[in-house]
């Protein structure tokens, strides 16, 4: 266009002196259509700013902002992951809590009846790794009322111990209610390994627990790091593409200007060549 325009500039200069040129109206009638449809080219091109590199800059954007909310909604899926983990771990603390203090109950009924009655043997409590609490403690109900005969394997001592104490006294024996002294000491072994392994566990559990939350502690100031991150990023890519449309809406205003000018230019060599003519 500026290098059209440049011709008819030079034109008149040059072939200004011979008169009788017909052609020269027929030649100034096509540049004036020329000039509004490159304009309204232009303009058309973009309704926002006016110009096709817009448009692909705000596709641009509005692609990386459709990233991040992508790395947001992940990062929200695994804070919730870790939160439902944490939750786990404390279900586990409370079961292990209330197991210990069902243990803390058998054994304190265990010595009140060894106090009241020293001649009967403690409860099998060495297998309550692998039954409920509830037939732990029917099992030991039912040692001390010395209903049934107690597994060997299931006491933690040898089988030729097979009734208590005062049973055996019915039959007049008068050296057999020693025996439960005797046989006491491995049970109470058992229940003192059973109680260390408790406490262990219960450590275990505690130091888990703990750690989870350090875990969660530390996810939640990544997620809100990356979080702010993110957002300081769209606003920097935002500002980025504002200053970009305004330098562009600038020059697209600087063009046609410069468009009208070109045009006033051609409208006055046009009435000198109609004057001239």
Same mark, same amino acid.
């Given at each position: 266009?500026?290098?059209?325009?440049?011709?008819?500039?030079?034109?008149?200069?040059?072939?200004?002196?011979?008169?009788?040129?017909?052609?020269s109206p027929a030649i100034s009638r096509k540049p004036l259509p020329a000039a509004p449809s490159h304009s309204h080219s232009t303009s058309t091109s973009c309704p926002s700013c006016g110009h096709a590199f817009a448009s692909s800059a705000a596709e641009d954007a509005q692609r990386m902002i459709n990233d991040l909310q992508a790395q947001?909604?992940?990062?929200?899926?695994?804070?919730?992951?870790?939160?439902? =983990?944490?939750?786990?771990?404390?279900?586990?603390?409370?079961?292990?809590?209330?197991?210990?203090?069902?243990?803390?109950?058998?054994?304190?009924?265990?010595?009140?009846?060894?106090?009241?009655?020293?001649?009967?043997?403690?409860?099998?409590?060495?297998?309550?790794?692998?039954?409920?609490?509830?037939?732990?403690?029917?099992?030991? @109900?039912?040692?001390?009322?010395?209903?049934?005969?107690?597994?060997?394997?299931?006491?933690?001592?040898?089988?030729?111990?097979?009734?208590?104490?005062?049973?055996?006294?019915?039959?007049?024996?008068?050296?057999?209610?020693?025996?439960?002294?005797?046989?006491?000491?491995?049970?109470?072994?058992? @229940?003192?390994?059973? @109680?260390?392994?408790?406490?262990?566990?219960?450590?275990?559990?505690?130091?888990?627990?703990?750690?989870?939350?350090?875990?969660?502690?530390?996810?939640?100031?990544?997620?809100?790091?990356?979080?702010?991150?993110?957002?300081?990023?769209?606003?920097?890519?935002?500002?980025?593409?504002?200053?970009?449309?305004?330098?562009?809406?600038?020059?697209? =205003?600087?063009?046609?200007?410069?468009?009208?000018?070109?045009?006033?230019?051609?409208?006055?060599?046009?009435?000198?060549?109609?004057?001239?003519?």
């Amino acid at each position: 266009m500026s290098a059209f325009h440049s011709n008819h500039f030079s034109q008149p200069q040059t072939s200004s002196p011979p008169r009788s040129q017909p052609p020269s109206p027929a030649i100034s009638r096509k540049p004036l259509p020329a000039a509004p449809s490159h304009s309204h080219s232009t303009s058309t091109s973009c309704p926002s700013c006016g110009h096709a590199f817009a448009s692909s800059a705000a596709e641009d954007a509005q692609r990386m902002i459709n990233d991040l909310q992508a790395q947001v909604k992940l990062l929200n899926s695994k804070a919730a992951a870790a939160v439902d =983990k944490l939750a786990d771990y404390e279900d586990e603390v409370r079961a292990l809590r209330a197991e210990r203090q069902q243990r803390e109950v058998a054994e304190s009924i265990v010595q009140q009846q060894q106090q009241q009655n020293p001649n009967l043997p403690p409860p099998p409590l060495s297998d309550g790794r692998n039954m409920p609490p509830q037939q732990s403690r029917l099992s030991s @109900l039912r040692s001390l009322l010395g209903g049934q005969r107690r597994n060997p394997s299931d006491s933690g001592i040898d089988g030729s111990f097979t009734l208590p104490g005062y049973a055996q006294t019915s039959f007049g024996s008068a050296s057999q209610p020693h025996l439960p002294f005797s046989s006491s000491e491995p049970t109470l072994h058992s @229940l003192q390994s059973d @109680l260390a392994s408790e406490r262990e566990m219960r450590l275990k559990a505690e130091t888990s627990l703990s750690q989870t939350q350090l875990e969660l502690e530390d996810l939640t100031a990544q997620l809100f790091g990356q979080a702010n991150e993110m957002v300081a990023e769209e606003r920097r890519a935002r500002s980025k593409l504002e200053e970009r449309v305004r330098i562009l809406e600038r020059r697209e =205003k600087e063009k046609g200007e410069r468009l009208k000018r070109l045009e006033g230019r051609v409208e006055r060599v046009e009435r000198v060549r109609a004057m001239v003519g």
